[in-house]
């Protein structure tokens, strides 16, 4: 009666801490359609979607503006949802999706697409998101050969990341000229997205964070580690797999049309923690609205900081990750001696 009644009020909290970031992720969106160069009014924006007008405010709200905006919340969503998995198969809180080689793959994919098809930029989204999945299956194919191990995944993981920077490095050695394209992909950003470039990528995210959330029950599970995973009569193995397919197709269907971001999967999922604790199920849910609202609001930011010139996101999510980061280091390691 005590544990439900516990579990019961930890659902209640997560659904108030998601209701209250899907608010916080509309007022991002309804500020990222309004704010930037050129600021648009909410009458304005109403007026772009309702009455389909031809003015210059309904020409950047529609073909501007809400791809950029509907990019950041499934790129935010995604990877924050990501990084959520991968630290709870990993059982390691530092872990992020880079780590199962969807960055690297992702990056050799569009440095070769920049050298090989120069003139083609719309084929650099497409080849990143088979590099990313093409980066995930090899890390898991190598831990499936070698028992499928938290710490076989991680070593599989860098392994492969630095032999796909090695081929990165190689093709912009080989040929400069790729660097023009690839510079922007490896910094990341939201800016120039179409929404014809998100129907497929935002079909792949919506159908992740679903798979993800039914199956929070056996990510709790296996959180508790192996052993008892198994005598529960859970494949550990299998699950782990599985979760980390996951979590590479939605972090290769983000890195598709936002490239290289860093940091949001790390992020979030620590904010999220903190609001709603370990459960897998309000985890995951909490930390998509919040990686959605985080990203979104972060590329106003770049937007409004050095306006009109504008910050590549991948930057300031740098800046502000890497003193996180430093951060939750300095608080492991406290927390060790504790």
């Given amino acids: 009666m005590k544990g439900s009644r516990i579990s019961f009020i930890r659902r209640n909290k997560g659904a108030k801490w998601a209701a209250l970031l899907l608010l916080a992720a509309l007022a991002a969106a309804a500020l990222s359609l309004c704010l930037g160069a050129e600021p648009v009014s909410l009458r304005e924006v109403a007026a772009a979607f309702l009455s389909g007008g031809d003015s210059a405010a309904a020409r950047i709200v529609r073909h501007v503006r809400l791809p950029r905006t509907c990019a950041g919340l499934l790129a935010g969503a995604a990877l924050a949802c990501a990084g959520v998995i991968v630290q709870l198969v990993l059982a390691n809180p530092l872990a992020a999706p880079s780590t199962i080689g969807v960055n690297a793959g992702a990056g050799l994919a569009a440095a070769v697409c920049c050298a090989v098809f120069p003139s083609a930029v719309g084929f650099v989204p497409i080849a990143a998101l088979f590099g990313a999945f093409g980066g995930a299956v090899i890390v898991l194919a190598i831990a499936e050969r070698t028992g499928a191990s938290r710490l076989t995944l991680v070593l599989a993981g860098v392994a ?153 996101v991948g930057i300031l999510l740098s800046l502000l990750g890497g003193p996180f980061f430093i951060w939750l280091l300095l608080r492991q390691r406290g927390g060790r001696h504790a």
Avoid: W
């Avoid at 129907?199 to 929070?216: E, R």
């Avoid at 198994?230 to 490239?259: C, D, E, I, N, T």
């Avoid at 370990?278 to 909490?286: D, F, K, V, Y």
């Fill in 160 to 312: 492969v990341s630095g032999i796909f920077s090695a081929g990165v490095d190689a093709v912009v050695t080989f040929v400069p000229e790729a660097l023009n394209g690839y510079s922007d992909f490896r910094i990341g950003g939201l800016s120039g997205v179409a929404m014809d470039e998100l129907v497929l990528p935002a079909c792949l995210i919506l159908l992740g964070i679903l798979a993800a959330l039914s199956l929070h029950n056996e990510l709790d599970v296996l959180a508790l580690g192996t052993e008892q995973a198994q005598a529960l009569g859970l494949s550990a193995k299998k699950l782990r797999l599985l979760a980390l397919a996951l979590a590479a197709m939605l972090a290769g269907a983000a890195v598709s049309f936002a490239g290289l971001l860093g940091f949001v999967g790390l992020i979030a999922p620590h904010m999220m923690r903190r609001l709603v604790g370990e459960e897998s199920g309000p985890l995951l849910l909490c930390s998509a609205l919040g990686g959605a609202a985080l990203l979104t609001f972060c590329d106003l930011l770049s937007r409004l900081l050095f306006a009109p010139y504008e910050l590549p």
